[in-house]
């Protein structure tokens, strides 16, 4: 049984920054993309960002250059680094596990708030 596990979210001013993460149990790690998804209130969930198990990232444009992907294999755990937010960042962030690129997830985290506010 797969467990993806986030943490890191919380309220935050707008230029500010968070880091996600994400503690991944129950599988071989290593070997599948990984990645992270958001949904605002009244919004349809989006992939914000992915990475291969050979650390190949892809961004949705509205966070190229702001966000980083990352994953640290021998932790099981993979990052999301978010700078410079802005209040259309604010949502409920999940981890997800694929198994192969632009496949949908077979596996998601319970999510975790991250609000971006003055």
């Known amino acids: 049984q797969v467990q993806l596990v986030e943490s890191g979210g919380g309220l935050v001013q707008p230029g500010g920054s968070l880091r996600l993460s994400c503690a991944a149990s129950g599988t071989i790690f290593s070997i599948f993309v990984m990645g992270w998804y958001r949904q605002a209130p009244g919004k349809q969930r989006e992939l914000v960002a992915s990475i291969t198990n050979y650390g190949r990232t892809n961004y949705t444009d509205s966070v190229k250059g702001r966000f980083t992907i990352s994953r640290d294999n021998a932790k099981n755990t993979v990052y999301l680094q978010m700078n410079s937010l802005k209040a259309e960042d604010t949502a409920v962030y999940y981890c997800?596990?694929?198994?192969?690129?632009?496949?949908?997830?077979?596996?998601w985290g319970q999510g975790t708030q991250v609000t971006v506010s003055s």
């Open positions: 997800t596990l694929h198994t192969k690129v632009d496949r949908p997830p077979v596996s």
